[in-house]
């Protein structure tokens, strides 16, 4: 069965800090996506990484995948109030249904 | 154009009651997909159509729950004799399912609670 696992949960930053989520799974997959969510509104799509060594950037938001290591990271630059929201990695367990991390909820502090 | 609508965006109900949630994918998206989404957690993986057919219902939690896809647009979660275990925010998305990409795109979602 496939594992997706964020760390951290939780994550609290100052404005204008760097930091990382990860995302880690435990098969095989060639397709990992991260969302975002906001309070009480419905999922919408940041990034999709299609095959090892992917690397999509969005404004202050990096994301990379390493499909050897089953890993993908979330990178925030230069923290900004508005990227407080919930953040999942989902990943493709190839057969075009997606299976969910918990989740990193990021508050960025003035 | 439109996105993904789901209705009702609320459902209180009884304890043993029957509920019906909506999902109307966006026009032309082959896949549909059922995900519950409890408090502080992750969407959690229901149901997925392909067309009319349910391509994987493994997600399923027992037989209370079931979904229909008639014409392979619109689709109807049922829920009978609802627990209160069942109160969580019911997401549907849809996707072309074509292309390398195959984004999932989400409705708003049906709050459920069940007293």
Known sequence: ?110 | GAGVSQTPSNKVTEKGKYVELRCDPISGHTALYWYRQSLGQGPEFLIYFQGTGAADDSGLPNDRFFAVRPEGSVSTLKIQRTERGDSAVYLCASSPNTGEKNIQYFGAGTRLSVL
């Open chain 1, 1 to 110: 069965e496939l594992k997706v696992e964020q760390n951290p949960l939780f994550l609290s930053m100052q404005e204008g800090k760097n930091y990382t989520i990860y995302c880690n799974y435990s098969t095989t997959s060639d397709r990992l996506y991260w969302y975002r969510q906001d309070p009480g509104k419905s999922l919408e799509s940041l990034f999709v990484l299609l095959s090892n060594g992917a690397v999509k950037q969005e404004g202050r938001l990096m994301a990379s995948l390493d499909t050897k290591a089953r890993l993908s990271t979330l990178h925030i630059t230069a923290a900004v109030h508005d990227l407080s929201a919930t953040y999942f990695c989902a990943v493709d367990r190839g057969n075009n249904d997606m299976r969910f991390g918990a989740g990193t909820r990021l508050t960025v502090k003035p």
